[in-house]
């Protein structure tokens, strides 16, 4: 997807090998009966977002038809509000289209970035995600008028989708050390368990021990 530090001509000519264009650069993929939405909320020559008539349009006849699992939109900037004073000036304009379009519709998921720190909410009734960022981050541990970036919790999303519910998990990806506890050993054991017999081996707990 196309990002405010992004220039949609060099996104078209070297990253898709076509002539280069100030078009928007989006595209819709069926994923085993899941629809995969990317959006271009990109603004030549601007860091806030917006998404155009002729863009919206697209969407809508995208949208027109249902897919079998439902749709994912993938987008640059979340259309979301951000706690941090005066960063309305970076977000998403004319949300108010956005969701008149995506009304009624089976989009059961936004997924965007841009803010360089997680978080989550809903937009027209569709759950939004948002990614941090594997560059810098934002200290949302320091008061909202003195949050600065840091380099420190780096991380992307992994995005699952079930019949039911959409699971995001950040992944870090931060050199640390990490525990071998579940080794393919282990894995090789608990399968050759029953529900019931992995319930007992690895759910249960200890008897406690009464205190004197």
């Not at 108010?96 to 519709?105: C, E, N, P």
């Not at 594997?134 to 200290?139: G, L, S």
């Not at 071998?180 to 608990?190: G, I, K, L, S």
Request: proline share 8%; hydrophobic share 40%; net charge negative.
């Amino acid at each position: 997807m196309a990002g405010n530090h992004d220039e949609r001509p060099e996104l078209h000519r070297d990253l898709l090998d076509h002539e280069p264009t100030e078009e928007p650069v989006i595209g819709s993929w069926d994923l085993d009966g899941l629809r995969l939405i990317a959006l271009d909320t990109s603004v030549p020559g601007w860091h806030h977002g917006d998404l155009d008539d002729a863009q919206l349009a697209w969407l809508a006849d995208q949208l027109a038809s249902p897919a079998p699992l439902g749709t994912i939109l993938t987008m640059h900037h979340p259309p979301l509000p951000s706690h941090l004073p005066l960063f309305d000036i970076l977000e998403l304009r004319h949300q108010d289209r956005l969701a008149a379009t995506i009304a009624g519709t089976d989009v059961r998921g936004i997924l965007a970035g841009h803010l360089h720190y997680s978080t989550h909410g809903m937009f027209a009734g569709v759950e939004v995600s948002v990614a941090a960022a594997t560059c810098y981050t934002m200290d949302l541990a320091r008061p909202a008028t003195r949050v600065n970036g840091m380099d420190a919790g780096q991380s992307f999303h992994l995005v699952h989708v079930y019949d039911d519910t959409i699971t995001h998990s950040v992944v870090p990806v931060v050199e640390a050390e990490t525990a071998d506890y579940f080794d393919d050993a282990w894995h090789e054991r608990m399968s050759d368990l029953g529900p019931q017999e992995r319930l007992e081996a690895f759910s249960r707990k200890p008897p406690r021990t009464p205190r004197g």
